[in-house]
């Protein structure tokens, strides 16, 4: 999608190494949040920010950490904590007033 | 939390012939949105029901938001071959913030 850019689209660590995914978006959306997608599972929050300099966990935040420094970028990283860290991540943004708008994904996987 | 069940899980089905899936919850959403994912890409808003009762349509696509607040239904007629992904259901209890996704029903349409 145009407005979120993720990157890169597939990505791939040996395991005990921590991974950023970045999450640029141009839409100028206060909130953002990151997904995660296993098969069959639907997506489940990671963390969430709305506004710059604060973010609160979701669901399933253990093992990752982000920040939100600057309003266009929100980077998760994955750490050596995430005990099944492959998966396909999503990034979203919202305004407020209008639903959850998906970047294309980041496909993770481990080894 | 909140837990969305969607159904089917999955569905295959020959061109041309009609497609239903739908959502329930255990608590009553505000709203509830109807997602499409084609593979390897970030889920893309089909349509959004914000009023119980309210039905509204997309093309070849129905929803209708429950009067109960606790369902939602997609209808697709008439498929075709682009049909094809994976479709979810959100809902939302408060705000944008923190949706709930179903599990997604994933359909495939054979030509």
């Known amino acids: 999608d145009g407005g979120i850019t993720q990157s890169p689209k597939y990505l791939f660590r040996k395991e005990g190494q921590n991974v950023t995914l970045s999450c640029e978006q141009n839409l100028n959306h206060d909130a953002m949040y990151w997904y995660r997608q296993d098969p069959g599972q639907g997506l489940r929050l990671i963390y969430y920010s709305q506004i710059v300099n604060d973010f609160q966990k979701g669901d399933i935040a253990e093992g990752y950490s982000v920040s939100r420094e600057k309003k266009e970028s929100f980077p998760l990283t994955v750490t050596s904590a995430q005990k099944n860290p492959t998966a396909f991540y999503l990034c979203?943004?919202?305004?407020?007033?209008?639903?959850?708008?998906f970047g294309n994904g980041t496909r993770l996987t481990v080894t | 939390g909140q837990q969305l069940n969607q159904s089917p899980q999955s569905m295959f089905i020959q061109e041309g012939e009609d497609v239903s899936m739908n959502c329930t919850s255990s608590s009553i959403f505000n709203t509830w949105l109807w997602y499409k994912q084609d593979p390897g890409e970030g889920p893309v808003l089909l349509i959004a029901l914000y009023k119980a009762g309210e039905l509204t349509s997309n093309g070849r696509l129905t929803a209708q938001f429950g009067i109960t607040r606790k369902d939602s239904f997609l209808n697709i007629s008439a498929s075709i071959p682009s049909d094809v992904g994976i479709y979810f259901c959100?809902?939302?209890?408060?705000?944008?913030?923190?949706?709930?996704f179903g599990q997604g029903t994933i359909l495939t349409v054979h030509p």
């Open positions: 979203a943004t919202d305004s407020g007033v209008s639903p959850l708008h």
């Open positions: 959100a809902g939302d209890g408060t705000s944008y913030g923190k949706l709930t």
